[in-house]
């Protein structure tokens, strides 16, 4: 099994900056057979895949709505996946998920096995 925690999320103005952070633990956790992904669902729509981590090399993909402007990164002996988002709209508000699977990155929700609780992200003035 694998466990799944974000934090950082908050309110913030146009424009600001936000680093979101997925803690994973389990005895089966690591990031050569794991990938690692956000994902975001803001209220009235689907879950939309936002970045991915591939196991092992550490490919990393980005929807084309959040390119140049979110990075993600590991931190391999802290077993954590941060997501930087900078420039932020309006349009990124949402609830944020981390989610993990055994296997290469997807782009689809349905293709991970595990997922967080959630952190809220508020992009207003």
């Known amino acids: 099994q694998v466990q799944l925690v974000e934090s950082g999320g908050g309110l913030v103005q146009p424009g600001g900056s936000l680093r979101l952070s997925c803690a994973a633990s389990?005895?089966?956790?690591?990031?050569?057979?794991?990938?690692v992904a956000w994902f975001r669902q803001a209220p009235g729509k689907e879950r939309q895949y936002v970045s991915s981590l591939a196991r092992d090399d550490g490919n990393k993909i980005y929807a084309a709505s959040v390119k140049g402007r979110f990075t993600i990164n590991r931190d391999a002996a802290e077993n954590t996946v941060f997501l930087q988002m900078n420039s932020l709209k309006p349009d990124d508000t949402a609830v944020y998920y981390c989610?993990?699977?055994?296997?290469?990155?997807?782009?689809?929700?349905?293709?991970?096995?595990?997922w967080g609780q959630g952190t809220q992200v508020t992009v207003s003035s």
């Open positions: 989610a993990a699977r055994l296997g290469g990155s997807l782009d689809t929700a349905g293709g991970y096995n595990y």
């Open positions: 389990g005895r089966a956790f690591n990031f050569k057979t794991y990938t």
